[in-house]
């Protein structure tokens, strides 16, 4: 694997304090961006040579704030080195900027985000759900979404009643205490 | 008891319609998700002046399954079946993708022997995949006959499988940490026979194919793709090698151990259906280079990396001492010991990259895994690949792009 660390000085210098470097976990090398510098670092990071925009995914922490991260996974391919940069997006204000006008793949990346996150993205030129049909009321893939799905109120939309989970997944979750570590219904008492 | 209710949700269909004039210049061809020649269920909704095409839009989303959703509420071991299901004409590499990404994400280095196993199955999958994406992009061209040709030898590599890993398409064969069991006695006998009679049957497949006229004119020139306008569009695998760039996972970050294995890497030249066809074919022919000297190679030890913590007991331990009936309880209800922090890892899959962003916040489920689907990626091209060609020709570009929907979707 190359070296990043030149990479990373110059562009520290360029965007002082906007861009916060995090220690190398299993030989890979993220990013945090402000939100307000991302499209100026990733326009930059395609002037040196990064472009193939690999994945584009979003993150939902929630009970954190700011809620949501967005990633971008870059590529160099005269050096073959990935980077990965993120931002971090609150809930009120979770609009990006989009890059399509960067990498062209950034275009379907975008609507999956906004579908299943429900992130917009400022000048994207086609924003619509791709996964989900339109007229859809939810963002599936946020946390306070249940696994089950919602009911709506419209048979024609959605299904009017979850799915059948029957006391839903009994699944571990993380923690220190063994007794949380065990499988149980986790019902999303988030709603 | 419901009523019944009227909802006029316009689509982009009829929404398009509602612009046309009414002297009707263009017509809207809906190429809906229940058609020979899509692949799956990939509906396309195109926008015709005659019988060119002047836009093209691609609607995706019936076969999406929430697999992401999913995995927040699996453990790292459940997950594995999902997996299967991406690329489901080659389940084994989607197993070894993934699994490989949440070893990268535990810190594990694999034993010799489950490396080779894997690099085994992986290109016994590209094989698989392969044969299947030119036959049928052969039947979709009108050669029929190609399509029993390709499947006769994926029935003989769905046998290998089976015996293998008890499935011929579900396979859920690699473990975290290891494979789920090793390789039936005489396996790599049955292997190396198949192997030996394999390049006889494709080179019948390239007499039938590759300069036959019929075959080269709806191909040849369709659909070029332009090396940057490739990388901007995200394409990886035998699409981008057909634009002429050559980037390779195998070779450009390599892993399990492709960096010994001697073989190259075909690349096209102009970008257009007919090299992406070439580059399939010879794809396979690599493959069975990297089988064979796979065979040679294997060694002998364990498959399991040595972790008591994480990885199950051998069953007689379990069924016998007290240890090891905690230990298998233990993870089989509370899931593998994660660390936290995120990961990405990239399997050159034979559609492309298949790439897994995993985002662990420690415990035994992932808090975010997100599929990074190659068939997705490169189904965005259409909008830009298709205007211009005429109506038959999508059905050429559709086959040499070779997407699979059940990855696509999820």
Redesign the interface.
Known sequence: MADLTALNESFTARFPSKIQIRPL??G?T?WVVERAELLQVLTALKEQGF?????L????NFGDEPRF?I?Y?LCQ?SS?Q?L?VKSFISEDDNSVSSVTSI???A???ER?AYD?MGILFEGHPDLR???????YPFH??KKD?P?EGKATE????AF?RPAPLEGG?F?????DH?IE???RARPTELI | M?TV?E?G?K?NASRASDVIDMVGEKLVLNMGPSHPSTHGVLRIVLELDGEIITKADPD??YL?R?D???A????WTQFIPYTDRLDYLAPLANNVAYTCAVE??M?YELTPRAKVIRVMCCELARISAHLLGVGCYAMDCGAMTVFLYTFTEREKIYNLIESLTGARFTTSYTRIGGLARDLPPGWTGELSNFLKQLPERINEVDSLLTRSPIFVGRTRDIGIIPPD?A????LTGPNLRGSG?S?DLRK??PYLGYEEYDFEVPVGSTGDCYDRYLVRMEELRQSIRILEQAIKKLPEGPIFVDDPKNILPPKSDVLTSMEGLIQQFMIV???IEAPK????F?AENPKG?L?F?I?S?????P??L?I?APS??N??ILP?LLPGHSVSDTVAILGSLDFVMGEC??
């Open positions: 976990f299993r890979e993220t472009d193939l925009l690999i994945d995914s979003t993150v939902d991260e990633v996974e391919l073959n990935n990965r990498w062209a793949t275009n379907w990346h999956e299943m759900r791709i996964l989900m049909w339109e007229g599936p893939l979404f696994l419209m048979p024609d939309i009017s997944p699944v571990t979750a993380p923690s063994v570590r065990e499988p | 419901s209710q909802l949700i689509d995706l989303g999406h929430g992401e959703k999913i927040e509420n699996m453990t990268k994400l810190g306008v990388i901007s569009y995200g760039v980037y450009a970050k209800t509370q899931g922090g995120e990961v990405y990239g990259e790439g962003y985002n916040r420690g415990g035994g489920v808090h975010r997100k990074r997705f990626v189904l965005s830009h979707d999820r």
